[in-house]
Nanobody, 125 residues
Framework: QVQLVQSGGGLVQAGGSLRLSCAAS????????MGWFRQPPGKEREFVAS????????VYSSSLNGRVTISRDNAKNTVYLQMNSLNVEDTAVYSC??????????????????WGQGTQVTVSS
């Protein structure tokens, strides 16, 4: 079993930046694909980005227009999400997740089997 603990998030003004972190424990972190998802108010959870276990491959949601970067530090068992040029539409609960069955990046939410606790990101205009 893998436990994920998120940090970061909060309130930021439009145009600002934010970095989210997700620390994993249990299992072999470098074997697992990791992902970030978000759920805007009143909407379904949606894919943001994912990264392979090695960190060499990434997949991003096309709707984010290159404003986010996913990365990982396997020595620290941590995955990050850097978000830039934030706008009000980025307001959501952001969650990290791990795919323990596949080391590559994927956007399919059903592939992910353990989730972080979620963290609120609010962008003010």
């Amino acid at each position: 079993q893998v436990q994920l603990v998120q940090s970061g998030g909060g309130l930021v003004q439009a145009g600002g930046s934010l970095r989210l972190s997700c620390a994993a424990s249990g299992g072999t972190f470098s074997n697992y694909g990791m992902g970030w998802f978000r759920q805007p108010p009143g909407k379904e959870r949606e894919f943001v980005a994912s990264i392979s276990g090695s960190g060499r491959e990434t997949v991003y949601s096309s709707s984010l227009n290159g404003r986010v970067t996913i990365s990982r530090d396997n020595a620290k068992n941590t995955v990050y999400l850097q978000m830039n040029s934030l706008n009000v539409e980025d307001t959501a609960v952001y969650s990290c997740a791990v795919d323990t069955d596949y080391s590559g990046p994927t956007s399919y939410i059903r592939e992910f089997d353990y989730w972080g606790q979620g963290t609120q990101v609010t962008v003010s205009s």
